[in-house]
Antibody, heavy 120, light 105 residues
C-alpha cells in the first residue's frame, strides 16, 4: 500500500523557519517527481514546489522563491521542504504528492498533510 | 504562466442529476497535461482524471473528462451522495484552478 506521511508542521513566528518532511513507503520514490502543495484555511489548492526524480531540477511558485528549498533523499524514500523567512500568508496545510511526470503528469498519491501556522 | 479558471464557483444539484464543471485555460494547453481532482472536507485531494479524459484507477465511470485547447469539462453523469465535494483542475503538475464546489440543492 502506498503511503505518504508528512511531519514537521507547527506554529512559528513571522520570519522564522520550519522544515517539513514527507516519508514515502509502498512505492519507489526515486521514480517520481515529488511535490509540495498547500491549502490555506478555507481556500483552494496551491502548488508550491517540485523536484525531479534525480534531484537535478527544482521548481517553485513565485511567492516562495528564495525562501523555500525542496530536497529529497531517495535512499531514505523521503522528501523535505525547508521554509525560511515565513510569512502569515504561508499559513496552510502542506501536502506532499507524487507525480510520474512525462506525458501524463498527475498527482496520483497524496499524504494527509501537516499544518503550518505563522503567527506572533 | 497558465492560469486556470473554473466555473461555476458553486453548483447546487440533487442526487441523480448531471453535473458539468468547466475549466478554462488562459492559453491553449496540451490536453495530456490536464488533470482533475476531488476533495472532500478534511481529506486530501484524490485524482479523478488525467490526460483530460483518462480515469484514474478505481474511479467510477460516471466521471468523465473531455476538452482540448483552452476549454475542458468534468462531467458527473448521475450524482451520488458521495460526489458532493470540491473539484479542481490542474495543468502540467503545477497550477490549480480555483475549484468548483458541488453542493446539495
Amino acid at each position: 500500500e502506498v503511503q505518504l506521511v508528512e511531519s514537521g508542521g507547527g506554529l512559528v513566528q513571522p520570519g522564522g523557519s520550519l522544515r517539513l518532511s514527507c516519508a514515502g513507503s509502498g512505492f519507489i520514490l526515486s521514480s517520481y517527481w515529488m511535490n509540495w502543495v498547500r491549502q490555506a484555511p478555507g481556500k483552494g489548492l496551491e502548488w508550491v514546489a517540485n523536484i525531479k526524480p534525480d534531484g537535478s531540477e527544482r521548481w517553485y511558485v513565485d511567492s516562495v522563491k528564495g525562501r523555500f528549498t525542496i530536497s529529497r533523499d531517495n535512499a531514505k524514500s523521503s522528501l523535505s521542504l525547508q521554509m525560511n523567512n515565513l510569512r502569515a500568508e504561508d499559513t496552510a496545510l502542506y501536502y506532499c504528492a507524487t507525480d510520474p511526470g512525462g506525458y501524463y503528469p498527475r498527482f496520483e498519491y497524496w499524504g494527509q498533510g501537516t499544518p503550518v501556522t505563522v503567527s506572533s | 504562466e497558465i492560469v486556470l479558471t473554473q466555473s461555476p464557483g458553486t453548483l447546487s444539484l440533487s442526487p441523480g442529476e448531471r453535473a458539468t464543471l468547466s475549466c478554462r485555460a488562459s492559453q491553449s494547453v496540451t490536453s495530456t497535461y490536464l488533470a482533475w481532482y476531488q476533495q472532500k472536507p478534511g481529506q486530501a485531494p484524490r485524482l479523478l482524471i488525467y490526460g483530460a479524459s483518462s480515469r484514474a484507477t478505481g474511479i467510477p465511470d460516471r466521471f468523465s473528462g473531455s476538452g482540448s485547447g483552452t476549454d475542458f469539462t468534468l462531467t458527473i453523469s448521475r450524482l451520488e451522495p458521495e460526489d458532493f465535494a470540491v473539484y479542481y483542475c490542474q495543468h502540467r503538475g503545477s497550477s490549480f484552478g480555483g475549484g468548483t464546489k458541488v453542493e446539495f440543492k
